[in-house]
């Protein structure tokens, strides 16, 4: 199947219209940071399913996904309605879209995470012959690459922190996958260390990011999978953080809907860490100079205590959830986090660390289930945006568990897992020795 023969890329910021090579990440016209988004042949969900109908999983979506193949073995997010979580809370309509390992809701992502939904959908989307793709990730990401790889054998080096080793334990590795930890390090070390290995050509090429619109499609089945099970698009949707890629995608994915049925895409609360929320202090700086306050803050994004990047070591911040901890965050390019917040009247909601344990510890109570550290934020945030009266308690509220069930998954296989081969680094070591000793390793 040819690229682009069931979509065109169009870009959000002039509108070009173009066809996909399954690389291309911006626009080759304005040849900036403007997100690209995709417009399908298949007019409506229902058309994007019917072109597809015997496949199950993910890729049941195929039609509204911008892919070439099916990669076997991916799993949908459960959604069901939240009926112990609601009442503890006090909301009448509350749906949960969890993505994780709970067997008896048919969820089945090993790795934890709803991650998976792009990791499929970005190796659904790559040229088979287009090198060695590099993937940055806190964790979640790279976990997810390495259950999809197993899957379709592609060659990929994920560069983590070296903290987020223990979350890939379950997974097991590909024959063609790499794992570079980078010792001590957070996210935005692994970043730069991944841009380090890119900057000696090829065959490395970026995996894209929030750029890459098979990851943002393939993220925004979660809205899909809601509105298939609601029958409608929810009144609110509520997500943990960090760059604003997945909560992009459920909008993209909600528009689209919306654009064929008539209905509105929903009110979003974006849910950060207290101790690290560069999108809450982006969006407030925002919000008050638009409203003749303070003065816009279009800086790269800092933590709330901090003026500089000297002053500031991401890697040591204390936060509950360190996936959500993004220093630059997509906020103002065309199509980002800042205009889904002004398309929606969106809000960014805080929680601390015994907020989230205890939401961690109330959902698991309820709903039966263990979650990870950046759900249970969003969990938080919503109790605290029903106690303060932000959310009507009859709305139709759709919340993304975005990980969970790994201590479930990790005590039925008794032991059986193990940490991926992975070559430790420290920040300051040469990326380009790092990059010669992986082309070796994967005899390229």
Known sequence: MEHGGHYTVV???????????????????????????????????????????ATPGPFRY?????????????SLPAVHRSRGLGAALGLS????????????????????????????????????DAGVMVVASAGNTAAAFVRATEKFDF??????????????????????????????????????????I??????FFPEGGVRNVARRDGLGIVMLAAYERLGRLPDYYVQAVGSGTGAIA????????????????????????????????????RTAALSGGLPDQAAAPLPESTSSPAAVTLSCIDVHAPELVNATPPFGVHGG?????ADTSGEILLADTPEALAAAALFEETEGIDIEPAAAVAVACLRRAVTERRIPRDARILLNITGGGRRRARAERDGGTHLPNASLVGAEDDPAVTAAMLLDSLSL
């Open 155 to 196: 060659p990929c080096v994920l560069v983590i922190p070296e903290r987020a080793l223990p979350g890939l334990a379950l997974c097991g590795t590909g024959p063609r996958v790499r794992i570079v930890a980078v010792k001590g390090g957070g996210y935005n070390d692994a970043i730069t260390y991944g841009q380090g």
């Open 93 to 128: 309509d509350l749906w949960t879209a969890f993505s994780g390992y709970w067997p008896e809701r048919d969820c089945r992502m090993d790795s934890g995470t709803f991650k998976e939904l792009e990791a499929f959908a970005v190796l659904g989307r790559v040229p088979q």
């Open 62 to 74: 195929r039609g509204w996904l911008p892919v070439v193949r099916e990669v076997p073995g991916a």
């Open 11 to 53: 870009c959000t910021r002039c509108g070009l219209r173009f066809g996909d090579d399954g690389l291309i990440s911006a626009c080759p016209e304005c040849r900036d940071n403007s997100l690209l988004r995709t417009e399908y042949t298949a007019g409506s969900l229902a058309d994007a399913i019917a072109a597809t109908p």
């Open 250 to 285: 459920a909008h993209e994915a909600a528009r689209r809907i919306a654009a064929t049925t008539g209905g509105t895409p929903p009110r979003t609360l974006l849910c950060q860490n207290t101790g690290f929320a560069p999108l809450h202090r982006l969006w407030r700086g």
């Open 198 to 203: 890119l900057a000696t050509g090829a065959p």
């Open 337 to 341: 986090v800042a205009d889904l917040l």
